[in-house]
């Protein structure tokens, strides 16, 4: 059960990972994939070097979007 539910979780939040910049903000999508790895980590889904990886690639994300924001204005 618990595999499932960590298979479902991460996927879930891939899915919001991989969201393009124009369908959600930048800030909110940050927030929303810390709050989804918290989840999981709460939940006994993943561990907590999991949850190191996984905000470390929403920090990244976030960063590189907004790189590119400074740069367009």
């Keep these: 059960m618990k595999e499932t539910q960590r298979k479902q979780a991460l996927s879930a939040w891939r899915q919001l990972f991989a969201l393009p910049e124009n369908r959600i903000d930048a800030e909110d999508k940050y927030s929303r994939l810390l709050r989804a790895a918290d989840d999981m980590e709460r939940e006994g889904l993943i561990t ?3 949850w190191r990886k996984l905000a470390q690639e929403a920090g990244t994300l976030f960063a590189s979007t907004a790189e590119c924001m400074r740069e367009v204005k």
Excluded: D, G, I, Q
Aim: negative net charge; hydrophobic residues 0%; aromatic residues 0%.
């Design 48 to 50: 907590s070097t999991e």
